[in-house]
């Protein structure tokens, strides 16, 4: 039976390494060195039950192997939720490539990752992360076919993403005030980046008053500019009068001391790991009434968009597709509060009911 708790940091240090995989249920992981290009690489294979896994290639400096390691075999079970709760027929992966991307990287070595990723006959699909360029993943994909975010192929993710934000937002507003328009609702948006500046620009349009932030100054007063927004400082943004907050830069911007301030009554962004700690802060905010809509949901218009390339559909299949996570938050907001349980748990148990499920049809007749 597909069972994981919860999910929570891997404690390499604590247990072994197949003793962890097995504890999370990780089907495969591979290392590969190569000293003529210098490639350290690993790529977690969590789970295939939906359909091959998929999951960006994250390049870092880590501090040590176990680093490494950890990061692989969290993030790679992380894809499988966000892939199973999207509807997606997708499992979850992740590589990491140990080194500094601004000095260790060369076309060898992407191209012989690229061979790496290819010795896994499809069943990883690799993409774009942390310190990986469009550049990269073309010189991975000379190598690979299982490879998609390709320059020129289904583009940038960040305009989907954003709609999948946008109707994940109405939804929980639905829940919160009785319906769903964000007309006149104070909104918060931190960070207005490539997904931030996109979902300004839909709550500009539905008549939302919103208040955003930002760490690049001339962005700031061009998206303020285009699409009448007020300014708030870095730090203002957790103490300003608000209906929603949209955590759209930074994980781990709900915390005790945020916790202690926000005033809004709806968290809906879309940054990874807002919660700084999954129990507490995930229980802390249902206690306080706020509906935290779940980041890896809200937020998995970006695998959308992978899925889409892969199966080979529009990128108007794309933002159909988005437009589930309206549903999906609804449900899992039902839940939450028929059960008691915070949201982010809901979501886990959704993703894996899933995947329990779909595991029986693939049994041979
Ligand atoms: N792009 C996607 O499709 C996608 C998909 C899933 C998740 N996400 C997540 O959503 C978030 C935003 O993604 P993006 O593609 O828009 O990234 P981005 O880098 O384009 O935008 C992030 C913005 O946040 C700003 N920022 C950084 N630190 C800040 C701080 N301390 N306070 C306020 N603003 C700060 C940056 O200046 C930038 O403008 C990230 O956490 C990302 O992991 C993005």
């Avoid at 690799?126 to 299982?146: F, L, Q």
């Avoid at 962005?219 to 929603?244: F, S």
Wanted: glycine fraction near 10%.
């Amino acid at each position: 039976m597909f069972e994981v708790k919860k999910i929570e940091d891997i404690n390499l240090v604590e247990n072994p390494v197949i003793a962890q995989m097995s504890k999370y249920n990780h089907e495969q992981l591979l290392f590969y060195n190569d000293n003529a290009t210098g490639l350290k690489a690993i790529i977690a294979v969590h789970n295939t039950i939906l359909g091959p896994s998929l999951g960006g290639t994250r390049m870092w400096n880590y501090a040590t192997e176990m680093d490494a390691l950890n990061d692989v075999l969290r993030l790679s079970r992380g894809m499988t939720y966000k892939n199973s709760i999207s509807g997606l027929n997708l499992g979850g992966g992740k590589a990491v490539i140990i080194g500094d991307h601004r000095t260790q990287k060369s076309e060898a070595l992407m191209r012989r990752f690229g061979k790496f990723v290819n010795s896994l006959a499809g069943k990883y699909i690799t993409a774009e992360d942390v310190g990986i360029s469009p550049i990269d993943m073309t010189y991975v994909s000379m190598e690979t076919d299982h490879v998609v975010g390709l320059p020129g192929k289904s583009g940038d993710p960040s305009p989907v993403t954003a709609h999948g934000v946008y109707v994940g937002m109405k939804a929980s507003a639905k829940a919160q005030f009785g319906s769903d328009s964000l007309a006149g609702k104070k909104i918060a948006v931190q960070g207005v980046g490539h997904v931030g500046e996109y979902l300004v620009a839909s709550l500009a349009k539905e008549g939302a008053e919103i208040f955003i932030t930002d760490i690049h100054e001339p962005t700031l007063k061009r998206v303020a500019e285009q699409y009448g927004a007020k300014v708030v400082g870095l730090d203002e943004i957790y103490d300003i009068d608000m209906d929603i907050y949209a955590p759209c830069a930074l994980g781990a911007t709900v915390n005790d001391d945020t916790l202690s301030r926000l005033k809004c009554s709806i968290i809906a962004g879309a940054a990874n790991n807002q919660l700084q700690n999954e129990d507490v802060h995930g229980r802390m905010v249902m206690e306080k009434g706020i509906i935290y809509a779940p980041d890896y949901t809200l937020n998995a218009g970006g695998v959308i968009n992978c899925f889409a390339e892969v199966e080979g559909l529009s990128s108007k299949w794309a933002m159909d597709k988005a437009i589930d996570i309206y549903s999906t938050i609804e449900n899992i907001v039902k839940r939450s509060q028929a059960e008691n349980i915070p949201t982010y748990q809901i979501a886990n148990k959704m993703a894996e009911e899933r995947i329990e499920a779909i595991s029986k049809v693939k049994l041979p007749l």
